[in-house]
């Protein structure tokens, strides 16, 4: 079934955009994160990076849901923290709409996208291929440590304790992350949880059960605010591009919140960075040949 998706100014298998949110949701249920993987998705499929960045963190918020209901229930969600995370990216997410109607502005917002999942698709696919196979090798770590980081971050001031966590920290902390993540949310159409898991593991020490279930508490509303926004200020949202990955990514992230214990945790990095090295490696090589294409096409109307 292909349908016109208006904004996106394309034709469209529905089947195959329900597909992609499975998958994206799939991910984003087992590990907390891969939303990020949807945009540079719709990318390959002809989407417009800024269509695609806008319309796909509404599909977050199907995931998202999902997702919130289920580590909720096994206790393992810290609304308090959540709630801080999600002040911030509230604020980080209206400050990023703006940017992007700068760059939409100026004609540069396609290459910033583009730009930005290349770096972001390296950083991370290369942390999470050292970190499976360190896993693998040594075994995931029993006891949490503590670190010169865990320690300073308890010095700044609006200290408090979070019980669900077993963290004692300053508030401005996951203020500061969720902000940084509400910016990237805008601009890149993520949900954030790919710095938020690792930033929360290691930078307040937190176990992984929680950091997973918090993630996707503030994703949710994190993810719908922005929608909101995009749709209202810079109108890049294609409402049914965006309800058909909604469909895909609430069905695949409950199927990826049931797997979890099944699947060995270094495996599952292992196979998901080298995912991600590979999709940076293909948006490079784009980026990389466009200058060539160009200078064809010009000699062509000479």
Known sequence: MTFFFPVAGMDINVAVLVCVGMAVGFVQGLLGSGGFLLTPLLMILGVSPSVAAASGVNAIVGASVS????????????????????????TGGGLGTLLVRLLRTVGNLDLVIILCYIVFMAIIGVTMFVGG???????????????????????????????????????????????????????????????????????????????????????????????LMQAAINHTVDAILAACLLVGTTLGAQLGARAVKRLEAGELKLAFSMLVLAMALKFLNDLLQAPAAFLVAMRALR
């Open 67 to 90: 997702g919130t209901f289920t580590h909720m229930r096994a206790g393992h969600v810290d609304v308090k923290l959540g709630l801080l995370m999600l002040v911030g990216g509230v």
């Open 133 to 227: 196979l360190t896993s693998q090798v040594q075994g995931e770590p029993r006891h949490r440590r503590e670190t010169a980081v865990h320690r300073l971050l308890r010095r700044l001031p609006f200290r408090q304790r979070f019980a669900v966590a077993g963290v004692e920290t300053s508030a401005l902390a996951p203020l500061l992350m969720g902000g940084f993540v509400g910016v990237l949310a805008a601009i890149m159409g993520v949900g954030g949880g790919f710095l938020l898991i690792p930033a929360m593991t290691f930078f307040l020490g937190m176990p992984m059960p929680v950091v997973v279930g918090t993630t996707l508490f503030q994703m949710l509303f994190t993810s719908a605010s922005v929608t």
